[in-house]
């Protein structure tokens, strides 16, 4: 769990500079931890409303763990399964399918 302080830190970085793409992230990954998932896709959608880059690559990737894990109830972190393949091992196959079609816009 994050402790509030960091928390209304970047919540301030992001209400003051919203075109800030790297604390929107860090924002949606913190809201991720504490399990707040619906308000973690909502900033992370944001981020992939830009421009298709790199960053929006790391967006997307975030966003759909945030679904896979809202979806399954377990919990967003390195070295856990890829979003796809948590929404195909809970037979998610419509989740699946839309990752893979983020994932190919952005090659």
């Keep these: 769990m994050i402790p509030p302080a960091p928390l209304t830190r970047i919540v301030s970085a992001v209400d003051s500079q919203p075109a800030f793409r790297l604390a929107r992230f860090n924002l949606g990954r913190m809201l991720i931890a504490q399990r707040r998932d619906d308000e973690a896709i909502v900033e992370l959608e944001k981020l992939t409303g830009a421009a298709r880059r790199r960053s929006a690559a790391i967006s997307v990737r975030a966003r759909h763990r945030a679904r896979a894990c809202r979806a399954t109830g377990t919990k ?4 856990r399964p890829t979003p796809r393949q ?18 190919a816009s952005l090659k």
């Design 76 to 79: 967003g972190s390195s070295g």
């Design 86 to 103: 948590l929404a195909r091992e809970h037979g998610q196959h419509e989740l699946a399918a839309a990752i893979e079609r983020d994932l």
